[in-house]
């Protein structure tokens, strides 16, 4: 069955890094272009980070930029989203997404920046 499985997800406090995880199941990663998103409460669902396949140029939501790093493993077959300086508005539910119809949402991981 084709989906992605995310984790990595906490509660952290404001200045703290996070790293969270998605695994393919089903398919390669680096065959597609990857994407997270995140959605918080009572907002839309917005996309964060974007790694393109072909080439892996990445492509970030100005909010995140030079705080937040997509990459992927092609041996693992995951892709990565290294959080640092989270900001209480980074708190969300953060999704990992492949650029097909094929791959459905995954469930999601909580992240919760609070002091």
């Known amino acids: 069955q084709v989906r992605v499985v995310e984790s990595g997800g906490g509660l952290v406090q404001p200045g703290e890094s996070l790293r969270l995880s998605c695994a393919g199941i089903?398919?390669?990663?680096?065959?597609?272009?990857m994407s997270w998103y995140r959605q918080a409460p009572g907002k839309e669902r917005e996309l964060v980070a974007t790694?393109?396949?072909?080439?892996?140029?990445?492509d970030y939501a100005d909010s995140v930029k030079g705080r937040f790093t997509i990459s992927r493993d092609g041996v693992e077959n995951t892709v990565a989203l290294q959080m640092s300086g989270l900001q209480v508005e980074d708190t969300a539910v953060y999704y990992c997404?492949?650029?097909?119809?094929?791959?459905?949402w995954g469930q999601g991981t909580q992240v919760t920046v609070s002091s």
């Open positions: 997404k492949a650029l097909s119809n094929y791959v459905p």
């Open positions: 790694i393109y396949t072909p080439g892996s140029a990445t």
């Open positions: 089903g398919f390669r990663v680096t065959a597609l272009t």
